[in-house]
C-alpha cells in the first residue's frame, strides 16, 4: 500500500492508499471525477533525499533480522520510498537487470543478465588481481 496525495477535476484534495506505484487512480470520493497525484508530501519541503538505493538493501533472510517483523517493515518502506523516488528520477534506478552472479569472482562486481559472460569474467579477474596488487602499474617507479 502506498499512500498519495490526489486532486481531481473539481479541486478537492483527498490522500489515499493504491496497492502499489504503478495502480491507476482512484476516482474522487467527494464529486466522483478523474484524478490526478499530486507530489508526494515526502518531497515537499524537506530536504531530498536519495533514499537507499536496491544493491544495499538486503536481499536475504539474515538481511531482514531473519524476518524480524520491525526490519521487514523498515526495509520495505525505505524500498516504497525509493520506488517513489525512481518513478519520478528514472536515472536513479540504476542497472535493474537480474544478478546471476555475485559470489567469488564476481562479488561486488554482479554479473547481470544480458553481460557478455566472457568479458565480464575477464574484467572480474583483472579488477580482482589490480585489488590484490594495488601498487603494480601505478607509475610508482622506485
Ligand atoms: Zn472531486
Given at each position: 500500500?502506498?499512500?498519495?496525495?490526489?486532486?481531481?477535476?473539481?479541486?478537492?484534495?483527498?490522500?489515499?492508499?493504491?496497492?502499489?506505484m504503478t495502480s491507476p487512480d482512484p476516482a474522487c470520493p467527494a464529486c466522483g471525477?478523474?484524478?490526478?497525484?499530486?507530489?508526494?508530501?515526502?518531497?515537499?519541503?524537506?530536504?531530498?533525499?536519495?533514499?537507499v538505493p536496491r544493491e544495499r538493501m538486503p536481499r536475504s533472510w539474515e538481511g531482514v533480522g531473519r524476518g524480524d517483523r520491525e526490519a521487514v517493515a523498515h526495509w520495505r518502506k525505505v524500498a516504497e520510498k525509493r520506488e517513489a523516488l525512481e518513478e519520478r528520477h528514472p536515472e536513479l534506478a540504476g542497472d535493474r537487470r537480474p544478478v546471476l552472479a555475485h559470489e567469488g569472482v564476481f562479488a561486488g562486481r554482479p554479473l547481470r543478465a544480458g553481460d557478455d559472460v566472457g568479458a565480464a569474467l575477464t574484467a572480474a579477474r583483472a579488477a580482482?588481481?589490480?585489488e590484490q596488487a594495488p601498487s603494480a602499474g601505478s607509475g610508482a617507479a622506485s
Amino acid at each position: 500500500m502506498v499512500l498519495h496525495d490526489f486532486t481531481c477535476e473539481q479541486g478537492h484534495r483527498f490522500e489515499a492508499g493504491v496497492p502499489s506505484m504503478t495502480s491507476p487512480d482512484p476516482a474522487c470520493p467527494a464529486c466522483g471525477s478523474a484524478t490526478r497525484r499530486r507530489p508526494s508530501r515526502l518531497n515537499v519541503g524537506g530536504r531530498a533525499s536519495t533514499g537507499v538505493p536496491r544493491e544495499r538493501m538486503p536481499r536475504s533472510w539474515e538481511g531482514v533480522g531473519r524476518g524480524d517483523r520491525e526490519a521487514v517493515a523498515h526495509w520495505r518502506k525505505v524500498a516504497e520510498k525509493r520506488e517513489a523516488l525512481e518513478e519520478r528520477h528514472p536515472e536513479l534506478a540504476g542497472d535493474r537487470r537480474p544478478v546471476l552472479a555475485h559470489e567469488g569472482v564476481f562479488a561486488g562486481r554482479p554479473l547481470r543478465a544480458g553481460d557478455d559472460v566472457g568479458a565480464a569474467l575477464t574484467a572480474a579477474r583483472a579488477a580482482r588481481a589490480a585489488e590484490q596488487a594495488p601498487s603494480a602499474g601505478s607509475g610508482a617507479a622506485s
